[in-house]
């Protein structure tokens, strides 16, 4: 390893150069006590200038940055820019198999551009984790896992394929094969180093373990005292070619924790809480850290759970320093005593060992009494909207009146009449002894007393010939899924004696819930057999149906044909209750329009209600063998009962053994035919990896940037449209442009799998960008889904945005798009953006945007842009049917960024008569320099290219 390949100080302006032993082992460090100011600066900021330090170089990082970074006022405003050069990559297959594929075109390019291939090549460590393309076809039943593991490689072997050629073509990248683990776990069970060292010209260094992500939670290794977060995976790519990040220096938030958490309160009452807090707070583009004497008695899991919901309250990063709860968590999860002692050594020496006498200056201060937690839940559309428990069904029957269609007065007569029990009162319906109809149970949903007008029952008869009662609000998804929690010991052993305890009294899941167990490693159903609680589990229908992200990334898999049926026959509004980190509108199934966030001791609550229209404090979950009722509360385990389980079950030989081989896969893996090369072979038949046309007639000199002239406006959109809406991940419409794309490649319905699964297809996701079913484009009046007007028409038809753009594209017409507040909030999904630039969309003018998302339009050559403070596009009086001019870009031609660009809306024949144009200066949204950088190159990608050749 030399030095060119591994960016280290070359000026050393600070005198920090140093070194230190720990083990036995002499390293060489960088001494951040050498700077003004280290002192009292936030751990997280502690981290960024040591890097600043090692990576010296006077151009890109200077002495004056690493001064500015000692001397940091947290109360300013973000105003220096500065280079962080993250450790290493980590990523997972929806977003990693795109960063791969662009890879392997750069290679292509480099050596068209008369470079050398190879110099396109990881220079920080990469690993990738399989866990985001597993689906829970199968659930219910003990093959469950095997069979979705085998249809997991009859959909995705071509992508796995490539990603073992990656894995052999790349030097320093790392592939985590399928049906391991969910990838923010393995992070921090067993990737994370928390002490990094790398050997560079024959000695050895040691420095923070720093890392970027191709998924927004990556922030879930921040509770292991590791500064990361997620990144669209155009900066990823260009991490791992050695280009620096370029950012301000954030402001800074103090969490204080104090007190203990409540018997009954869970660690994910705790985190939607502070997502709660810090969304009301605003923390968007700032890190949030958590100190105080209360740290120490915070578990590092259930700081790696709160770390993990960061993009939920908006922060960059959201992070605990280390302690000896960090060596514990190392000593448990298998690392070596050599690694602990070093992560000991060097965080004490460097002053990143957390001492609560120390408060370091912050720029805002928030604080937390544990003791005040309650049970809660989020939803039905966005993490943040907490509920507390107590009142979840107040204010589901709040909620449901925005989702239910209305009922017509006789339906719930009309089946009580044919069902012989009172409409007022209806109950479980024996069926006649003579024949063979089995018991047919009503959802509570009924029996709670939802107004006539919102309840719609519905019968519904199962394959095995079962029949019950379907109706608004039934729970029709359990699924216990998602780093989040399942990464949680504590959480996952309560709801382990939960099913347990509902077990041994006889009580069992709903039979319209579609119950899932889709943990985040192995290590957790280890823990689940040693502990005795995988058949009380199994009872109640909570079978392992895949180790990956499963439900929470939309990979919920059907619903049985019956009930899917029943609820779309039928307009019926049902829900989903997932242990997860995301619930927006048509993510976790096209067939369920309420989604909510719980813990997954309330996850196994629900299923056995079946309903959220229930109140657990005065509704019985249903009857032991005395006939007595059961509450919740009857079977919620004590805190005491939960520890002694983990101890009694949990301990570090599982890890051990687990992750032994975790780079070397099942038989499956291991026998899959891998291409080989330098150079990427690409089949031109394949739909799941194809080469895409970022670099087609790239020169090695950028074309000069131009302004925007008479684009159309493609969408016009609302608040808090995620990428989710913007790049769904979930299931493809046969009658979509992307349906009917694989329908014309000779691709049968049944072998679509997901818009995520295919992301390494260009062609699919052009389609499917804004093809979420729940997105609103207000263009169109009542129309929910992929649509727009097609101003190309001579009446503005509606049409499929995919067709709509290719037919501006035709015309050389230039798109906008308008958008509200938290523009591209979610997911750090750079197909998002990739989509909106290969659809011809030059600009995107919001009301505000989420920190990846923005980035990720830079890195892709659109520009994003704001409305002036206060205002959006309807309150300035736009419409969308306008003719959009924006001048004023071109001064980045001479290398200045303007703070606004001058917006023109000039009124069509689409418009209203008598309109007047329309003007207004928009706020640019290209924030430093190496932004600026990337924008005129037309994209990141495009500039590391040039840099390299």
């Given amino acids: 390893m030399t030095a060119k390949e591994f960016p280290l100080s070359t000026i050393n302006s600070f005198g920090a150069e140093s070194t230190i032993k720990a083990a036995d082992t002499e390293y060489r460090v960088w001494r951040i006590d050498q700077v003004e100011g280290h002192e009292t600066l936030p751990f997280s900021l502690k981290v960024l200038l040591e890097n600043l330090l090692r990576t010296e170089d006077g151009k890109n990082v200077t002495k004056e940055q690493i001064a500015a970074l000692g001397a940091w006022k947290p109360e300013s405003d973000p105003d220096t820019e500065i280079q962080f050069t993250p450790g290493r990559v980590i990523m997972q297959d929806f977003t990693g198999v795109p960063c791969i594929v662009d890879l392997a075109t750069m290679r292509e390019a480099v050596g068209?551009?008369?470079?050398?291939?190879t110099k396109i090549n990881p220079l920080a460590p990469a690993e990738l984790v399989i866990d985001h393309s597993v689906i829970a076809d199968l659930f219910g039943q003990p093959d469950a896992f095997e069979r979705n593991v085998e249809l997991e490689y009859e959909r995705n072997g071509e992508r796995y394929q490539f990603l073992r050629w990656g894995q052999t073509a790349f030097d320093d990248f790392k592939v985590v094969p399928p049906g391991t683990g969910i990838v923010h776990q393995v992070n921090i069970e067993h990737l994370a180093r928390v002490t990094m060292t790398r050997e560079v010209d024959g000695v050895l260094s040691a420095y923070p373990d720093t890392c970027v992500g191709t998924d927004s939670h990556t922030t879930m290794v921040n509770g292991l005292g590791v500064l990361g977060w997620g990144v669209g995976g155009i900066e990823a790519e260009a991490a791992m070619l050695g280009q620096p990040v370029s950012m301000l220096i954030p402001r800074v938030v103090g969490f204080k924790l104090t007190g203990e958490i409540p018997t009954g309160v869970t660690a994910t009452d705790v985190v939607l809480t502070i997502t709660d807090m810090l969304r009301q707070h605003g923390v968007v583009g700032k890190f949030v850290e958590f100190y105080g004497?209360?740290?120490?008695?915070?578990?590092?899991?259930?700081?790696?759970?709160?770390?993990?919901m960061s993009p939920e309250f908006g922060?960059?990063?959201?992070?605990?320093?280390?302690?000896?709860?960090?060596?514990?968590?190392?000593?448990?999860?298998?690392?070596?005593?050599?690694?602990?002692?070093?992560?000991?050594?060097?965080?004490?020496?460097?002053?990143?060992?957390?001492?609560?006498?120390?408060e370091p200056r912050f720029s805002e201060y928030l604080e937390l009494d544990l003791s005040t937690v309650v049970p809660s839940i989020a939803g039905p559309k966005r993490p943040q909207d907490r509920i507390e428990l107590t009142r979840a069904k107040e204010q589901f029957s709040s909620d449901i009146v925005n989702y239910a269609s209305p009922s017509t007065s006789n339906e719930m007569a009309d089946l009580a009449s044919k069902h012989s029990f009172p409409a007022s009162d209806p109950g479980a319906v024996p069926g006649d002894e003579d024949d063979d109809t089995r018991e047919v149970h009503i959802n509570s949903g009924v029996t709670a007393g939802l107004p006539d007008h919102l309840s719609?029952?519905?019968?519904?008869?199962?394959?095995?010939?079962?029949?019950?009662?379907?109706?608004?609000?039934?729970?029709?998804?359990?699924?216990?899924?998602s780093c989040t929690n399942t990464s949680n010991p504590s959480v996952m052993l309560a709801a382990g004696l939960i099913a347990k305890k509902a077990a041994d009294l006889g009580l069992n899941s709903k039979p319209w819930v579609k119950t899932t167990m889709a943990p985040g490693s192995k290590v957790v159903t280890d823990y689940y057999e040693k502990a005795g609680l995988w058949g009380s589990l199994e009872a109640l229908g909570f079978y392992?149906?895949?180790y990956g992200c499963t439900t929470c990334i939309g990979n919920s898999g059907p619903l049985t044909d019956e009930i899917s049926a029943a609820i779309n026959d039928n307009d019926l509004a049902v829900t989903a209750v997932l242990s997860g980190n995301r619930n927006f509108e048509g993510r976790i199934n096209p067939d369920v329009k309420m989604n909510y966030l719980a813990s997954p001791p309330l996850v196994i609550a629900y299923a056995l209600a079946g309903t959220m229209d229930f109140d657990f404090e005065t509704q019985p979950?249903?009857?032991g063998p005395d006939g007595a009722d059961v509450f919740l509360k009857d079977i919620w385990p004590s805190a005491e009962e939960v520890q002694a389980t983990i101890d009694s079950s949990i301990d570090s030989s599982m890890f051990d053994e687990q992750y032994a081989s975790v780079f070397e896969g099942d038989d499956r893996w291991k026998n899959l035919e891998t291409p080989t090369g330098a150079v990427f072979e690409w089949n031109d038949e394949s739909t799941y990896v194809r080469k895409p046309p970022y670099f087609e007639g790239m020169g090695t000199e950028p074309e000069p940037v131009e302004d925007i002239h008479g684009a159309r406006v493609l969408a016009a959109l609302g608040d808090s449209v995620t990428t989710d809406h913007i790049s769904p991940a979930g299931a493809i419409k046969a009658d979509s442009p992307a349906g009917r794309y694989l329908n014309e490649h000779g691709v049968n319905r049944k072998d679509f799998n997901s818009y995520g699964s295919r992301r390494g297809n260009h062609e699919i996701m052009i389609r499917g960008t804004f093809a979420n079913i729940r997105l609103k484009n207000q263009l169109l009046d009542g129309v929910e889904g992929g649509y727009t007007r097609d101003f190309t028409t001579a009446e503005g038809d509606q049409s499929f945005i995919f067709d709509a753009a290719e037919n501006y594209r035709e015309q050389g017409t230039p798109?906008?798009?308008?958008g509200g507040k938290e523009y591209g909030s979610g997911s750090s999904r750079d197909w998002a953006a990739k989509g909106t630039n290969l659809l011809g969309v030059r600009a995107v003018?919001?009301?505000?945007?989420?920190?990846?998302?923005?980035?990720?339009?830079?890195?892709?050559?659109?520009?994003?842009?704001?409305?002036?403070?206060?205002?959006?596009?309807?309150?300035?009086?736009?419409?969308?049917?306008?003719?959009?001019?924006?001048?004023?870009?071109?001064?980045?031609?001479?290398?200045?960024?303007?703070?606004?660009?001058k917006v023109t809306a000039t009124p069509t024949e689409h418009s209203a008569a008598g309109r007047e144009p329309i003007e207004f200066d928009a706020v640019v949204r290209i924030d430093t320099p190496g932004e600026a950088d990337y924008y005129r190159n037309g994209g990141i990608l495009q500039y590391v290219l040039r840099s390299l050749v």
């Avoid at 209360?294 to 590092?300: C, D, K, N, R």
């Fill in 112 to 117: 068209e551009l008369g470079g050398d291939p």
């Fill in 315 to 358: 922060s960059t990063a959201a992070i605990f320093p280390i302690d000896d709860v960090t060596l514990d968590y190392m000593r448990l999860t298998g690392r070596s005593e050599e690694q602990i002692a070093l992560v000991e050594t060097y965080s004490k020496e460097q002053k990143l060992w957390h001492d609560s006498s120390v």
């Fill in 293 to 308: 004497e209360g740290v120490a008695s915070v578990p590092l899991a259930n700081r790696a759970t709160i770390g993990n």
């Fill in 456 to 481: 719609k029952p519905v019968e519904v008869t199962s394959a095995d010939g079962e029949k019950f009662v379907l109706d608004n609000g039934a729970v029709t998804i359990a699924a216990i899924t």
């Fill in 621 to 623: 979950l249903g009857q």
């Fill in 845 to 901: 003018i919001t009301e505000s945007f989420e920190r990846i998302h923005r980035s990720n339009l830079i890195g892709m050559g659109v520009v994003p842009l704001q409305f002036p403070e206060g205002q959006s596009w309807s309150s300035l009086g736009l419409d969308g049917t306008e003719a959009v001019t924006i001048t004023g870009i071109e001064q980045l031609n001479e290398g200045v960024t303007p703070k606004t660009v």
């Fill in 815 to 818: 798109l906008v798009v308008f």
């Fill in 544 to 546: 392992l149906v895949g």
